[in-house]
């Protein structure tokens, strides 16, 4: 168990509304990673962390944007969702103490954007 | 860029019976990592199996074996003595080992066992 939750499990919301997705670590680690899974695609890179304060984008990042002022929490944004942002949304940790290079995951978000 | 491939969007198998899930890859890179990810209907990421590049020796774990063949960029997940509750969809995942990590995966096998 890597102590990763994710909040909320589930959502549903309108077009055009913000939504606010929340990880939680409870170990401290440096980097986390925010991926969604759609079908047909598998999972698929938006953002991720490597410390407070630093982001960078990943592969789907247009539409999302994320901050992490605590090590222990990464928000991932969405401004003004869109139904093709309907997804089951994941974060996932690489645990750096030891170093590890596999990554483990949160129970995921499935959001519904009508 | 990485990408990875599963041509398998389903499989079904009998209980007891081996099955084995194809993955193939593609990188210019030489320093990389292979893992299988498992996702049962609970939705849960699960860790199933990783192997490192540069190691010729194919991972095992218990049931779980890959056929790793790095020149032809193949990762292959093989489960023996299936159990019902092997049944989830499988990920084939790859990363760069070097910066960030960022996980590529596969599109995924549905794989059922059936009593």
């Known amino acids: 168990d890597a102590g990763i939750t994710q909040s909320p499990r589930h959502k549903v919301t309108e077009t055009g509304t913000p939504v606010t997705l929340r990880c939680h670590q409870t170990?401290?680690?440096?980097?986390m990673y925010w991926y969604r899974q759609d079908p047909g695609h598998g999972l698929r890179l938006i953002h991720y962390?490597?410390?407070?304060?630093?982001?960078d984008k990943g592969e789907v990042s247009d539409g999302y944007s994320v901050s992490r002022s605590k090590t222990e929490d990464f928000l991932l944004t969405l401004e003004s969702a869109t139904s093709s942002q309907t997804s089951v949304y994941f974060c996932?940790?690489?645990?750096?103490?030891?170093?590890?290079?596999?990554?483990?995951f949160g129970p995921g978000t499935r959001l519904t954007v009508l | 860029a990485q990408t990875v491939t599963q041509s398998q969007p389903e499989m079904s198998v009998q209980e007891a019976e081996t099955v084995t899930l194809s993955c193939t890859y593609d990188?210019?890179?030489?320093?990389?990592?292979l893992f299988w990810y498992k996702q049962p209907p609970s939705r849960q990421m699960i860790l199933v199996i990783r192997?490192?590049?540069?190691?010729?020796q194919n991972a095992t774990e218990n049931r779980f074996s890959v056929n790793f063949q790095k020149a032809a960029k193949s990762f292959s997940l093989k489960i023996s003595d299936s159990q019902l509750g092997d049944t989830a969809m499988y990920f084939c995942?790859?990363?760069?080992?070097?910066?960030?990590?960022?996980?590529?995966f596969g599109q995924g096998t549905r794989l059922t066992i059936n009593p």
């Open positions: 995942a790859f990363i760069f080992i070097q910066g960030a990590q960022k996980l590529v």
């Open positions: 996932a940790i690489r645990p750096d103490r030891p170093l590890r290079d596999e990554q483990f």
């Open positions: 990188t210019s890179e030489n320093n990389y990592y």
């Open positions: 192997q490192e590049a540069y190691k010729q």
């Open positions: 962390s490597y410390g407070v304060k630093d982001t």
């Open positions: 170990e401290n680690h440096r980097y």
